[in-house]
C-alpha cells in the first residue's frame, strides 16, 4: 500500500490524522466499522462483539468497565486469568483475556484472584537448598505428575517440568522454565495437589538469583569507589555546569565503541 | 468485501512490502545512519506531539499558574473534586498509621520495604492500591535499568548521558542522587535474589539505551520490571506490611498546611475510609491513560495521572508538564497490540526503524523524543510509511536484524514476551519485521521533590513517574525503574527519620479542596469535570447511550 505523494502538512494536522487514526483503539471501534461479528458468553450471557477485538475489549465493547480482572492490559500482570471453553467442545481452556482473541461461541468466566498461600521468609537467611522450598512449601512434595499445571498455563510454560526440576534440586531448570510466569494462579487452581506453583518458584528464583553467581567484581568494586568518594569531586563540578557547558561536553562525548 | 488473504500473519498486501526489507538488510548493516546534530534534531522536534501546535494550554489556577501542560492534564487540574467536604466523616480514622504510601508500583513498594527497615513497624505502614498490587506500569518495564557499574563508566558519564537526553532541563540535586545511588541499587537487587542477565564470570550483560554513549543498561531477558517488581513484592509480603486494594485515594488530607491523610475509596463496594497518617509518600504513577493527543498507550489501566491531582489540589508545585514521553516504537499492527510497547532494547540489539522503500532513515539510538518525531515525519510528512488495516500509518522495526547481529535463535531466548506476543498473532518476529509507529509512554514531569523526595508540603514526599525534575524534559531509557528504587528508598528513609523526631498526627480536614473548588470558581471554571478520574472509560458507546442509574 504505497502513499500517494501529497503536500507537505503541517504538524498541528498530522497530530489531528494521527488521532483520527487512532480512535478505535483509544475510545473504542464503532459500529459501522465492524465488518466481522462474533458471539460470546459471559459468564453464560450472549453479547455479539467484533470479531478483532480481545476478550477484555470484547467485555468492554459489551458493556463491561473492569474494576477487577484488568491491570495492565499487556500479558504481564496476570490480573485477568479467564477460563473458557468453545461451544460444542468439553475442554476446558485457560487464557489472559488482554491477550486472546474472541471466538465465536466461547463461554467465559474470569478468575481474578486466587486464595492461595505465600510463605514468609528472610531470603538472607534461607539456605539455597532443596529443603528451603520443601520447609516452606511441603505441598511440593505431594506432585502427582499429572501435568494439569502445564495445561492449565496461561504462558505456555512447562510447569510440571519446573516442579519436578525443584523437587529434584535443580535449580537451573526450575528458575529457567519458571522465569516467564506472571503469576496469574491458573496453575495453583486446578492442580489436585494443591500446590502454590508459582509462590514456590518466586522463593527458588530469588534463592538462585542471591547465590547462584557472585555479585560482579566490577559492582563491589564500584561500591567500594563510592564509598571513598572517588566521585564526589566530579559530581561536584558537573552539577554546577551551565547548560552551555553541559552542551558541548555532550554533544562532543565519545561513544564506546560497539 | 472479499475476504483479506493472510500470509505470516500479515494481509497479503502488507506482506507484499517485506522482501524489500529483506533485500536491504546486509547493506544496512553496513551502513548505520549518523546520529543527528543538533540542529537536525531541533528542526525534526518540530513534529513532535510536544511541539506541534495544538495540544496545551495554561493552567489557570494554584501554584503552576501560568505554566503550560497538555490539555488533558490541565483538564483533570480544573476539573471539580470527586467529593465534598460535607459528605465525608473525618472525625473517626479507620486507620491511624505513621506512614501511608500511595500506589504499590516499584516505587511505593520499595518505599515501604525501606520505611519498615528503617525500623517503622509493619503495622504502622500502609500501601494503598487503586487496583491489585502490582497492576502497574512498574510490571511492564521490559528494557532494562540502567546504573553506572562498570569499570569503564563513571557517574558523571551517567549524569552527562541523562541531562543531555533531557534537553538539560533536569534539576541537577536530584538527577545527582539518581546516579549516584544506581550501584547501590544494583547491589540491593541483587541481595533480594532479582536475576539479571549475567555472562559466563558473573558480570552484568549490560546494553545500549537510547541516548546513552556507553552500554549500561542492565536487564532480565525482556521482564525486567516484572522480575524486578516480583521480587520486590515478595520482600514487602514477606515482611507482612499492611497492604489494601482496590481502594483508590480520591483526596488528600491536610491540616491547612501538612499533608495528614486521605479519603480512599472501594471500587467494589462504594465506601469510603479515612486514615490518618503522620507522612504520606505519594507513588501513583503516570497519566497514560489520558491518551494524549489522542495517542494510544503503553501504560497500565490505572495511569491515570490521579497523583498530580491530589498533590496539586493540596498546593504542592509541579515542574516540566510541558512535554509528554511518545515512545517511538509502539505495535501498529495487529489491531488488538496497538500501541503496546516493543522495548527499545530490540533497537539496541540492533533492529533498524525501515521505510517503505528499505530505507534505514534514521539513527536507531537517538533520544526518545527526537527518534518518535523521525518516524512520524516518515510516515506523515515524507510519506513513506506503510499504512495498517486499522488506518494506522507505521514503518517497519526489521528485527531479524537482530539475529543478524547476535545469531540465530537470539530472539526467542533475549526477547521472550515480545515473541510469544507476536507468535499470538502468527507473527515470527525472527523471520519478518514488525510494524511501529510512536506510543504516549510516559509523564516527564510531575510534582517537584527534593533530592530525598520532599515536596513543597511538610508531610508530603512523593517517588516514581508522578515526580517531576530527575529526567527534565525528556526521559531516557532505563532511567526510569532506577528512579522508582532510589526514590523509594530515599523517601521511605525520609519519611521514617521525620516520624522518629516524633512528629504528630495533624488534624484531619479538606479544607485545602475547598479553597481550590473557590479558586476555580473565582476563574470562572464550570464545574462538567470530575477528577480523580481513577479508572479510564472504554465501555462501548452503544452499551453506554443506553445505560440506567437504578438503585437496586
Ligand atoms: C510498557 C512499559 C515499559 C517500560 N519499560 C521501561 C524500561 O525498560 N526501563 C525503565 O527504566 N522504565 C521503563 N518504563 C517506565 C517505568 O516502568 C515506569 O515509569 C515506572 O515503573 C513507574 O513506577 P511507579 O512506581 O512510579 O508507578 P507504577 O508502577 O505505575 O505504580 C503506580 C501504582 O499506583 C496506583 N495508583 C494510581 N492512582 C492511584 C490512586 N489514586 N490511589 C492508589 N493507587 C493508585 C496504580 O494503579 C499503580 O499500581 C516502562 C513503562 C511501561 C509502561
Ligand atoms: S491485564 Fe495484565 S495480564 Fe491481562
Request: proline share 4%; net charge neutral; charged share 30%.
Amino acid at each position: 500500500m504505497k502513499e500517494t505523494k501529497s503536500k507537505k502538512l503541517d504538524p498541528e494536522k498530522v497530530m489531528e490524522r494521527i488521532a483520527e487514526a487512532s480512535r478505535p483503539t483509544v475510545a473504542g471501534v464503532e459500529e459501522k466499522d465492524v465488518r466481522h461479528w462474533v458471539t460470546i458468553y459471559v459468564m453464560g450471557r450472549g453479547y455479539s462483539v467484533p470479531a478483532d477485538l480481545t476478550i477484555l475489549t470484547a467485555m468492554e465493547y459489551a458493556g463491561y468497565k473492569f474494576i477487577r480482572g484488568c491491570g495492565c492490559r499487556q500479558g504481564f500482570c496476570g490480573a485477568c486469568s479467564t477460563v473458557y471453553r468453545r461451544h460444542g467442545e468439553y475442554k476446558l481452556q485457560t487464557g489472559m483475556a488482554c491477550q486472546t482473541r474472541v471466538e465465536d461461541g466461547m463461554y467465559l468466566v474470569q478468575i481474578p484472584f486466587s486464595p492461595a498461600e505465600k510463605a514468609s521468609y528472610d531470603i538472607s537467611k534461607e539456605a539455597y537448598k532443596v529443603n528451603t522450598l520443601l520447609k516452606h512449601y511441603p505441598e511440593l512434595a505431594r506432585c502427582v505428575a499429572c501435568n494439569t499445571c502445564t495445561k492449565a498455563c496461561t504462558q505456555d510454560l512447562q510447569v510440571m517440568d519446573y516442579i519436578q526440576a525443584a523437587i529434584r534440586g535443580d535449580f537451573e531448570t526450575c528458575v529457567n522454565e519458571s522465569f516467564d510466569c506472571i503469576q496469574c494462579g491458573m496453575c495453583a487452581l486446578r492442580c489436585p495437589a494443591e500446590i502454590v506453583q508459582y509462590n514456590m518458584a518466586q522463593l527458588a528464583r530469588r534463592l538462585y538469583g542471591r547465590n547462584d553467581r557472585p555479585e560482579p567484581k566490577h559492582l563491589t568494586d564500584r561500591l567500594k569507589e563510592i564509598e571513598q568518594g572517588k566521585f564526589v569531586k566530579p559530581l561536584d563540578e558537573i552539577t554546577k555546569k551551565s547548560k552551555e557547558e553541559l552542551e558541548k561536553l555532550y554533544y562532543s562525548r565519545e561513544k564506546e565503541s560497539d | 468485501m472479499a475476504e483479506v488473504k493472510y500470509i505470516e500473519g500479515y494481509p497479503e498486501e502488507i506482506f507484499q512490502l517485506i522482501p524489500k526489507v529483506h533485500e536491504t538488510r546486509s547493506w544496512r548493516a553496513e551502513n548505520i545512519p549518523a546520529a543527528m546534530t543538533k540542529e537536525e534534531r531541533q528542526e525534526v522536534l518540530k513534529i513532535h506531539p510536544d511541539w506541534a501546535p495544538g495540544g496545551k494550554r495554561k493552567i489557570v489556577v494554584g501554584p503552576n499558574q501560568g505554566d503550560i501542560a497538555p490539555r488533558e492534564v490541565v483538564d483533570l487540574l480544573e476539573a471539580y473534586p470527586l467529593i465534598e467536604k460535607q459528605e465525608v466523616d473525618l472525625s473517626i480514622p479507620d486507620y491511624q498509621v505513621d506512614i501511608m504510601v500511595l500506589g504499590g508500583g516499584l516505587a511505593g513498594t520499595a518505599a515501604c520495604i525501606w520505611a519498615h527497615e528503617m525500623g517503622i513497624d509493619k503495622d504502622k505502614i500502609l500501601l494503598v492500591n487503586k487496583l491489585r498490587h502490582g497492576d502497574a506500569n512498574s510490571i511492564m518495564a521490559e528494557g532494562g535499568t540502567q546504573a553506572a557499574d562498570r569499570k569503564v563508566d563513571s557517574l558523571e558519564r551517567h549524569y552527562l548521558d541523562t541531562i543531555g537526553g533531557g534537553h538539560f532541563t533536569n534539576k541537577p540535586d536530584v538527577l545527582r542522587a539518581l546516579v549516584e545511588d544506581g550501584p547501590f541499587i544494583m547491589h540491593w537487587l541483587h541481595e533480594l535474589g532479582v536475576i539479571f542477565d549475567k555472562e559466563e564470570n558473573g558480570d552484568f550483560v549490560e546494553k545500549w539505551g537510547g541516548g546513552t554513549s556507553i552500554k549500561r543498561m542492565h536487564s532480565c531477558r525482556d521482564y525486567t520490571g516484572l522480575e524486578e517488581f516480583r521480587v520486590i513484592r515478595d520482600e514487602f509480603i514477606s515482611r507482612k506490611i499492611g497492604c489494601i486494594e482496590h481502594f483508590p485515594a480520591v483526596e488528600l488530607l491536610t491540616d491547612g498546611d501538612k499533608v495528614t491523610g486521605a479519603v480512599l475509596y472501594n471500587l467494589e463496594t462504594g465506601e469510603y475510609k479515612v486514615v490518618a497518617a503522620k507522612a504520606t509518600i505519594l507513588a501513583t504513577g503516570g497519566f497514560g491513560r489520558l491518551h494524549i493527543r489522542g495517542f494510544p498507550t503503553t501504560n497500565h489501566y490505572g495511569a491515570t495521572g490521579d497523583g498530580v491531582v491530589l498533590a496539586y489540589r493540596a498546593g504542592a508545585k509541579l515542574r516540566d508538564t510541558d512535554t509528554v514521553q511518545y515512545h517511538p516504537t509502539g505495535a501498529a499492527y495487529p489491531v488488538q497490540i496497538i500501541g503496546y510497547l516493543l522495548t527499545e532494547k530490540l533497537r539496541t540489539s540492533g533492529a533498524q526503524p525501515v521505510n517503505i522503500d528499505g530505507e534505514a532513515f534514521v539513527f536507531a539510538m537517538e533520544p526518545r523524543d527526537v527518534e518518535a518525531a523521525a518516524i512520524i515525519r516518515e510516515c506523515y510528512v515524507r510519506n513513506k510509511g506503510i499504512t495498517t488495516p486499522s488506518g494506522l500509518r507505521g514503518v517497519w522495526l526489521d528485527t531479524p536484524m537482530i539475529e543478524l547481529k547476535n545469531g540465530k535463535g537470539y530472539i526467542e531466548k533475549a526477547f521472550p514476551g515480545m515473541d510469544r506476543m507476536f507468535r499470538r498473532y502468527d507473527i515470527d518476529m525472527a523471520k519478518n519485521p514488525v510494524l511501529i509507529f510512536p506510543t504516549l509512554h510516559y509523564q516527564n514531569g510531575g510534582v517537584e521533590t527534593d533530592p530525598v523526595g520532599r515536596t513543597t508540603l511538610e508531610g508530603l514526599w512523593v517517588a516514581g513517574e508522578v515526580s517531576g525534575g530527575v529526567h527534565g524534559k525528556n526521559r531516557l531509557m532505563g532511567n526510569s525503574t532506577l528512579d522508582c528504587m532510589v526514590f523509594g528508598r530515599r523517601t521511605g528513609i525520609s519519611a521514617a527519620e521525620y516520624i522518629k523526631k516524633g512528629k504528630k498526627q495533624g488534624k484531619l480536614t479538606l479544607e485545602h479542596v475547598s479553597n481550590y473548588v473557590k479558586m476555580l470558581k473565582e476563574a470562572k471554571i464550570k464545574p462538567k469535570r470530575r477528577s480523580p478520574i481513577l479508572l479510564p472509560e472504554y465501555r462501548g458507546k452503544k452499551s453506554l447511550a443506553r445505560a440506567l442509574h437504578v438503585e437496586v
